[in-house]
């Protein structure tokens, strides 16, 4: 069973720190790694995708990928109140199959 | 981005019901998707589509069914509302080698 795994949190950090959260993935043969936002009450949306090992960066977030270590993570810098939300990593397998985590929730405070 | 239509957003219904929760999408996308979500809780994907006239059960059993008639369109129903099949239903839909999924607004179902 391919397994896509996130700390539940909740992770709170204050307003304008950082904020880190963590991915790992059970198969190997992954291609493809995306951070999605959801707010309370509504559907995903995609923050940022990475496809290759190394650091993607897109404003404020910055996608980190390992595949030595099965490893996938998001950085927010300069959190803020809005950021606040369930972080969902989702991971595609080599064929057609995408695995999504459970999420991890965020609270930033201000 | 993908533009994903649902219908009904919001839907109250007596048991026993039929029900159909529409889902189109604009991009051409090859794959389409429906996953069941209760609040505060996780994804679950319950049916996919590859493709027109393609269409396979996902990882959580459903009584719910759907068709894929055409490219654009992935209807998801459910012959017999219960109680129990009330939840928020997502529809999605990706295409490409990287397979990135896009999200519809979402249908919340509640069957009293």
């Known amino acids: 069973q391919k397994e896509v795994e996130q700390n539940s949190g909740p992770l709170s950090v204050p307003e304008g720190a950082i904020a880190s959260l963590n991915c790992t993935y059970s198969?190997?043969?992954?291609?493809?790694f995306f951070w999605y936002r959801q707010y309370s009450g509504k559907s995903p949306e995609l923050i940022m995708s990475?496809?290759?090992?190394g650091d993607k960066e897109d404003g404020r977030f910055t996608a980190q990928l390992n595949k030595a270590s099965q490893y996938v993570s998001l950085l927010i810098r300069d959190s803020q109140p809005s950021d606040s939300a369930t972080y969902l990593c989702a991971v595609k397998d080599g064929g057609f199959k995408t695995i999504f985590g459970a999420g991890t929730r965020l609270f930033v405070k201000a | 981005e993908a533009d994903i239509y649902q219908t009904p957003r919001y839907l109250v219904i007596g048991t026993g019901k039929k029900i159909t929760l529409e889902c189109s999408q604009t991009?051409?996308?090859?794959?389409m998707y429906w996953y069941q979500q209760d609040p505060g809780m996780e994804l679950h994907l319950i049916h996919y589509s590859y493709g027109v006239n393609s269409t396979e059960k996902g990882d959580l059993s459903s009584e719910s069914t759907v068709s894929r008639i055409r490219t654009e369109h992935f209807p998801l129903t459910l012959e017999s509302a219960r109680p129990s099949h009330t939840s928020q239903y997502l529809c999605?839909?990706?295409?490409?080698?990287?397979?990135?999924?896009?999200f519809g607004e979402g249908s919340w179902l509640t069957v009293v």
């Open positions: 990475i496809y290759s090992n």
């Open positions: 999605a839909s990706s295409t490409g080698p990287g397979n990135t999924i896009y």
């Open positions: 991009m051409g996308h090859d794959k």
């Open positions: 198969d190997r043969g992954s291609q493809s």
